[in-house]
């Protein structure tokens, strides 16, 4: 996979002295040549408003940008294109679910319920939902390296449950948590599911018909693609019970004085001028993983987690959290009396670009008994060089701070 490397730009280049070694990639991926030059391409070429214009440069760009909306739906397996709405990013997504799906279901005595270890954006929209509706927020009880026992799952799960979020891998643990069979049983009682696949579907192939997703949620910039775009994909017969919470331009069909009708799917959800560039970006990002094939992607990127999980593990004084099996694209860590902040900046200073903090986690870290946490993320274009360099970059950090504290 390492041959992939030369297509990603900002990888050619040393940081403090140092040939660049990006393990930041749960945060956000770097772009490919062909990413780039697809977004260049628009604007150069053909820059121009979707849908309403005539003219040639409108037409050429509204075939891109609903191009790229079959392309996603092709990439994710969903019926149809109308199933794909164009958002801002993953946590768009989920507020567009929580404000116009479940604000509108949920009432006093029914149940949300999620994994104490989601990130923000699936946690927060959902403690609002229930301060509005009388619903109640519950959990999935966590084993102790952060995997789901599916029988607990089953015992948590009532026919009160309406809702269902839940990350399809974790961002700070690495754990894949087995979506089909939680679909199942939520779908036993009369639920539905929302799937969290920020980081999911840039390691995985993601089938929303083989997994039975009701909703699924994920970002374009983890996955090669640019920032400020992302997918919500929804059932047609859910998303045509919901009403836009965006409106203005584009997503109308008639208006009068006092009163106004809508698009049809996917369009009346995507008021105002939409993300074309990030639409066309993101195509062009689909377009490169699927000719490498996901399935290799994901043989890479569980191989190379395993791998770092391995050689971390050998070092001195470190802590890693989450299971040492069935996890993709993460390992995080904690080196004993180093913060996890000053592990970072060391780190950098070997130009190893490593992420430090919460993570936008803070209840897992509380379940974690920890303040923070350092965290390597990994893209197709990392390999087994790059974990050797940051091993040797923490052997440099349990040095350097074991010189300061003699």
């Known amino acids: 996979m390492n041959a992939y490397k030369?297509?990603?730009?900002?990888?050619?280049?040393?940081?403090?002295?140092?040939?660049?070694?990006?393990?930041?990639?749960?945060?956000?991926?770097?772009?490919?040549?062909q990413v780039i030059e697809a977004l260049e391409n628009y604007y150069k070429s053909y820059n121009s408003n979707v849908h309403r214009g005539v003219h040639t440069l409108?037409?050429?760009?509204?075939?891109?940008?609903?191009?790229?909306?079959?392309?996603?739906?092709?990439f994710i397996n969903a019926r149809f294109s109308?199933?794909?709405?164009?958002?801002?990013?993953?946590?768009?997504?989920?507020?567009?679910?929580?404000?116009?799906?479940?604000r509108t279901?949920?009432?006093?005595?029914?149940?949300?319920?999620?994994?104490?270890?989601?990130?923000?954006?699936?946690?927060?929209?959902?403690?609002q939902v229930a301060k509005l509706t009388g619903a109640t927020l519950k959990f999935f009880p966590l084993e102790p390296d952060g995997t789901l026992d599916l029988s607990k799952v089953k015992e948590t799960l009532t026919d009160s449950t309406k809702i269902v979020a839940i990350q399809h891998?974790?961002?700070?643990?690495?754990?894949?948590?087995?979506?089909?069979?939680?679909?199942?049983?939520v779908h036993q009682h009369g639920g539905i599911i929302l799937v969290d696949g920020a980081q999911s579907v840039p390691h995985m192939k993601v089938d929303v018909q083989d997994l039975d997703a009701d909703f699924l949620a994920f970002s374009a910039h983890k996955m090669l693609g640019p920032t400020g775009i992302g997918v919500l994909y929804g059932?047609?017969?859910?998303?045509?019970?919901?009403?836009?919470?965006?409106?203005?331009?584009?997503?109308?069909?008639?208006?009068?004085?006092?009163?106004?009708?809508?698009?049809?799917?996917?369009?009346?959800?995507e008021g105002g001028t939409p993300i074309i560039a990030g639409a066309i970006g993101l195509g062009a990002a689909i377009d490169y993983l699927q000719a490498?094939?996901?399935?290799?992607?994901?043989?890479?990127?569980?191989?190379?987690?395993?791998l770092a999980f391995e050689k971390l593990s050998q070092v001195e004084g470190i802590t890693i959290y989450g299971p040492k099996e069935n996890r993709t694209g993460a390992v995080t860590f904690n080196l004993d009396d180093v913060h996890p902040h000053d592990v970072a900046t060391v780190l950098d200073a070997e130009g190893i670009a490593v992420r430090a903090g919460h993570h936008c986690c803070q209840p897992l870290m509380r379940w974690?008994?920890?303040?923070?946490?350092?965290?390597?993320?990994?893209?197709?274009?990392?390999?087994?060089?790059?974990?050797?360099r940051l091993v040797e970059g923490l052997q440099k950090t349990k040095e350097y701070f074991g010189n300061v504290f003699r």
Do not use: C
């Open 58 to 74: 409108g037409s050429k760009a509204t075939d891109a940008y609903e191009g790229a909306r079959e392309k996603v739906r092709r």
């Open 235 to 269: 059932k047609e017969a859910l998303l045509e019970e919901m009403e836009p919470i965006e409106f203005g331009g584009e997503m109308i069909d008639h208006v009068d004085l006092y009163d106004s009708s809508w698009k049809e799917l996917p369009w009346k959800f």
């Open 6 to 33: 030369k297509d990603f730009p900002i990888l050619h280049q040393e940081v403090n002295g140092h040939p660049l070694v990006y393990l930041d990639s749960a945060a956000t991926s770097q772009k490919p040549y």
């Open 82 to 102: 109308k199933e794909i709405i164009f958002t801002r990013g993953t946590t768009t997504a989920i507020n567009l679910v929580a404000s116009s799906y479940a």
């Open 292 to 306: 490498i094939g996901m399935e290799k992607v994901e043989a890479h990127d569980r191989a190379l987690t395993k």
């Open 169 to 185: 891998v974790s961002n700070v643990l690495g754990t894949i948590h087995p979506i089909k069979e939680i679909a199942q049983l």
């Open 368 to 388: 974690l008994q920890a303040t923070a946490t350092a965290r390597a993320s990994f893209s197709i274009y990392n390999d087994e060089q790059d974990i050797d």
């Open 105 to 127: 279901h949920l009432r006093t005595g029914d149940e949300i319920v999620i994994t104490p270890s989601e990130h923000h954006s699936n946690l927060i929209p959902w403690q």
